[in-house]
C-alpha cells in the first residue's frame, strides 16, 4: 500500500510547485541503453509555464490532452524528447500527484411548455411544446467554482 499525505491541486499550484513536482521526471528508462534520461532544468521551467498557461484543467484527462499539445513546444530545443512515450513521462508523473479536485456533473433537462384548463388541477397539465438540454459541469469541490460549462441541445 502507498500512503500519500496529499496531492498537488495543478489549477493553483504555483510555478515553484510544479518545478519540484518535475524535477527528475525520467523520460527513458534507465534500464535501457545509455541509462535514464531526465528532464533538464530548462525543460522544467518550460514544462511548468506550458502547465500555467494551458489551466484551469477540469479532469486529468482535460489536463492529459490540453498539455500533450503544449509539450511539443515547450521541449522543441530536444528533438529526442519529441518521441510520444517520453513527452507522456511527464503526464505520468503529474497524474500520480495531481489531484484536480473537480467534480463532473451531468444534468439532464427537460422542460415543457403548455397549459391547464380552467377550473382543472395541475395533474391535467397538457403539455404543447418540450425542449431538452444536457448539461455537462466541471466544478471545483472546494471553491465552488465553475471550470467548465456545456449545454448540448438534445433533438429525437
Known amino acids: ?13 504555483t510555478r515553484p510547485a ?3 513536482l518535475l524535477q527528475g521526471t ?6 535501457l541503453p545509455g541509462g535514464g534520461d531526465y528532464l533538464t532544468a ?3 521551467d518550460a514544462v511548468a509555464d506550458a502547465i500555467l498557461t494551458s489551466r484551469p ?9 490540453r498539455l500533450a499539445s503544449q509539450l511539443d513546444s515547450a521541449l522543441q530545443g530536444n528533438a529526442n524528447r519529441r518521441i510520444k512515450t517520453r513527452r507522456e513521462g511527464i503526464i ?3 497524474s500520480e500527484v495531481a489531484d484536480l479536485r473537480t467534480w463532473n456533473l451531468f444534468f439532464d433537462i427537460i422542460s415543457q ?3 391547464v384548463p380552467p377550473g382543472r388541477a395541475l395533474t391535467d397539465f397538457i403539455t404543447l411544446g418540450e425542449r431538452r438540454l444536457w448539461v455537462h459541469v466541471a466544478l471545483d469541490r472546494y ?10 441541445e438534445v433533438n429525437e
Open 57 to 65: 484543467f477540469a479532469n486529468r484527462a482535460d489536463m492529459t490532452t
Open 26 to 31: 525520467l523520460m527513458r528508462d534507465a534500464a
Open 113 to 115: 411548455s403548455g397549459k
Open 92 to 94: 505520468r508523473a503529474l
Open 42 to 44: 530548462g525543460e522544467v
Open 1 to 13: 500500500a502507498v500512503v500519500t499525505s496529499d496531492m498537488v491541486n495543478l489549477n493553483s499550484a
Open 18 to 20: 510544479l518545478k519540484s
Open 143 to 152: 471553491t465552488g467554482t465553475i471550470l467548465a460549462l456545456h449545454t448540448e
